[in-house]
């Protein structure tokens, strides 16, 4: 995400107190959400189990991830390991992040039951920065790694006022709207993006206008979008200021930009245009397969989850239209904690997964967007392709979009904030409730969780 991490002198709760430095209580939803990326595997997270015997002599180096990062699905660890004989690579992976963070905070404070390396989400970067650096070995120093090889603002995000940075960045999200091409052609809408990018142009309420167009010839079958979440998410991933001010204040309930979104998403919530869905979840990962919504907010990590969530006959139906605004949603970091067992080839394998080779690569096949400037010149950006939105050029769409998202501000408990508005939240409109309980319910969730 283009944003700007709080000094840590500033970063303080809603009610000016100093942040809590704890694990997060976290309601059950991104995101992000904030980021919140879908995946498969063990949602417990707590496996310490990692060896650093690989068997034959080899060293097994193990990574805890959320959601799916991509690395083995694009063939990086198969090509490490290859390149590297002596090294096996192990990933532990919990499909939704706020379920591995709060875990990932325990370990951290107890400093025990760590991988070799830990993903970090945008969301949390700025309270693991903040709470936890101590616990993480200083990556500008491992050898090969250079400032410069990062947007400058992704690599701020994961460094400390000491000058130490706790992680790496693998990838950015900018923003842009994946839909079926067949269900846009059913309902009467034009299906070329160029033309489908137009009918929202500049303004999401123009998104919902075109929501209401397509459910009055589209019929019972289908929604518009997937979810009330995917909703929020988009629209507050345009705005220069969201759940923080530059003072480091919670501003959520006095933005007027958050409650904006919050009625926004509502109203099509109400008229029947998202799905009553809860992203990443199994139900959720159903209505991807069954072709039961025709429109989503789409990052480029998105088309990895839609690849892997769709039956094999979508291939090619879907497509890419720019965002009514520019934003990004997601991005994340690989840390080396310093209590790891096998510290200095950990560093080795991270410097190596996000240099911008491995980027372009990563992006190439799984769709997660490089934060290296030097991959976007590359082949496998300028001529990515996807198998599920057939000839649409992706790696152009997305660079365009990456130009625009604004700079915003990232706050410590940005991941509560944003998982009560969705989860405690929009999502309560399409279950009969008003905006007015949705938005005090959601509201009591997250002041009750800012306070633990």
Known sequence: MRARTLPLSRQRSGGGKPIARKALAVAAVVSLGTGLLAGCADDGGDDDSGSSSGGEGKTTITLGLFGTMGFKEAGLYAEYEKLNPDIKIA???????????PALVNHLTTN??????????VANIAEVVGTQADKFTDMSKVEGVKKDGWLPWKWEQATAKSGQTIGLGTDVGPMAICYRKDLFEKAGLPTDREEVGKLWAGDWKKFIETGEKYKKKAGKDTFFMDSPGGLINAVLSSEEQKFYDASGEVIYKTNPAVKDAFDLTAEAAEKGLVQSQTQFQPAWDTTIANSKFATIACPPWMLGTIKGKSKPDSAGKWDVAVAPKSGNWGGSFLGVPKSGKNVEEAQKLVAWLTAPEQQAKLFKVQGSFPSAPAAYESAEVTGAKNEMTGDSPIGEIFSEAAKQIPVQVIGPKDQIIQQGLTDNG???????????????????TIDNNLDK
């Open 91 to 101: 990933e532990n992976v919990v499909e939704r992040n706020e379920n591995y963070y």
């Open 112 to 121: 025990s039951g760590l991988m070799d390396v830990q993903a970090i989400e």
């Open 426 to 444: 929009v999502i309560l409109v399409t279950k009969g409730k008003s905006v007015e309980e949705a938005w005090e319910t959601a509201t009591k």
